[in-house]
């Protein structure tokens, strides 16, 4: 008989044991986004207590990312799944397609206005991906996200941390603004490793050159190197950048190459295209990222 009461005490407490984490597990809500650039927003944006994860950390190249096998267990915890959109994520599109079946998949570029969306240059009837470089766009689309991640949850907007973060992403986006229209319009021109900065030149009235297409997809060739050479002697550029996701192979060709024909172009850094820097540093975060990149530009193109 004591036997008995002992183990149904025993099943009592499992049974309980059992609710009571399940039901942790139900309250926590889970979201996983492609980019570290989203989750950083989104840790801005949502409560504390939602759990933010992303596949791709610091430095990883999106346009070539395949998930793996660690990943696809992410996306499978996920309640919510965040992507980039405009098939930056080139190699994901039938995963997501998949997941948007099974839970809610949500693109931030689907809060954005058609009209507002560079077309691509090489991609007929596609637009160009690299839509976090124009800040009040970017503010847009990962509001609207947000938006819809609160209704759905049925989260009260609270706290001021968001409305903080957004304010946070227009200011900066006015000093942006402000240091390069203090720069005369001939110096105002970027030369980088692949076409991320369309969106960029657009916002703050730089003239963009990518020496690779607007994916990473296929490598510079010998005639992109030959016609940026030339274009940086005629334009007497002073300047060229490398990209953290993009090797620095093509841009340092074209370094070697106008030094052949007698003309001097530095490298003027390191800027943060597509991925975010490490985590613990200055870059590390989106709005660090894009700070470190323009005062990057600033010391090299004035
Ligand atoms: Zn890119």
């Given at each position: 008989?004591n036997?008995l009461?002992?183990?149904?005490?025993?099943?009592?407490?499992?049974?309980?044991?059992a609710?009571?984490?399940?039901?942790?597990?139900?309250?926590?809500?889970?979201?996983?986004?492609?980019?570290g650039?989203i989750?950083?927003c989104?840790?801005?944006?949502?409560?504390?207590?939602?759990?933010?994860?992303?596949?791709?950390?610091?430095?990883?190249?999106?346009?070539?990312?395949?998930?793996?096998s660690?990943?696809?267990?992410?996306?499978?915890?996920?309640?919510?799944?965040?992507?980039?959109?405009l098939?930056?994520?080139?190699?994901?599109?039938?995963?997501?397609?998949?997941?948007?079946?099974?839970?809610?998949?949500?693109?931030?570029?689907?809060?954005?206005?058609?009209?507002?969306?560079?077309?691509?240059k090489?991609y007929?009837?596609?637009?160009?991906?690299?839509?976090?470089?124009?800040?009040?766009?970017?503010r847009?689309?990962?509001?609207?996200?947000s938006?819809?991640?609160?209704?759905?949850q049925?989260?009260e907007?609270?706290?001021?941390?968001?409305?903080?973060?957004?304010?946070?992403?227009?200011?900066?986006?006015?000093?942006?603004?402000?240091?390069?229209?203090?720069?005369?319009?001939e110096?105002?021109?970027?030369?980088?490793?692949?076409?991320?900065?369309?969106?960029?030149?657009?916002?703050?009235?730089?003239?963009?050159?990518?020496?690779?297409?607007?994916s990473?997809?296929?490598?510079?060739?010998?005639?992109?190197?030959?016609?940026?050479?030339?274009?940086?002697?005629?334009?007497?550029?002073?300047?060229?950048?490398?990209?953290?996701?993009?090797?620095?192979?093509?841009?340092k060709?074209v370094?070697?190459?106008?030094?052949?024909?007698?003309?001097d172009?530095?490298?003027?850094?390191?800027?943060?295209?597509?991925?975010?820097?490490?985590?613990?540093?200055?870059?590390?975060?989106?709005?660090?990222?894009?700070?470190?990149?323009v005062?990057?530009?600033?010391?090299s193109?004035r």
């Amino acid at each position: 008989m004591n036997r008995l009461i002992k183990n149904a005490f025993i099943l009592i407490a499992f049974l309980s044991l059992a609710s009571c984490e399940k039901k942790v597990e139900k309250e926590e809500v889970v979201i996983t986004a492609t980019t570290g650039i989203i989750a950083d927003c989104l840790k801005n944006l949502l409560p504390d207590e939602v759990v933010i994860k992303s596949l791709m950390g610091p430095g990883i190249d999106p346009h070539l990312y395949k998930p793996t096998s660690a990943d696809l267990a992410k996306l499978k915890e996920a309640d919510i799944v965040v992507y980039n959109g405009l098939a930056l994520e080139g190699k994901m599109e039938e995963i997501l397609k998949n997941l948007s079946k099974k839970k809610p998949t949500l693109a931030v570029s689907d809060f954005l206005d058609q009209e507002n969306l560079i077309s691509s240059k090489a991609y007929t009837g596609l637009y160009d991906p690299h839509i976090w470089f124009d800040m009040e766009l970017w503010r847009e689309g990962i509001q609207g996200l947000s938006d819809s991640i609160y209704a759905q949850q049925e989260w009260e907007l609270g706290n001021g941390k968001r409305s903080a973060y957004l304010d946070s992403l227009s200011n900066l986006s006015s000093w942006i603004s402000n240091n390069l229209n203090a720069v005369p319009e001939e110096k105002r021109i970027l030369v980088t490793a692949h076409d991320a900065f369309s969106y960029f030149g657009r916002a703050y009235g730089i003239r963009v050159v990518g020496l690779q297409g607007i994916s990473t997809l296929s490598e510079a060739g010998l005639k992109d190197i030959e016609n940026t050479i030339s274009f940086i002697i005629e334009n007497q550029i002073k300047a060229v950048f490398i990209e953290n996701i993009v090797s620095p192979k093509a841009i340092k060709a074209v370094i070697e190459g106008c030094k052949l024909q007698g003309y001097d172009v530095e490298l003027g850094g390191t800027l943060y295209s597509d991925a975010l820097g490490k985590d613990g540093t200055a870059e590390g975060d989106y709005l660090g990222m894009i700070r470190h990149n323009v005062n990057t530009i600033m010391n090299s193109i004035r």
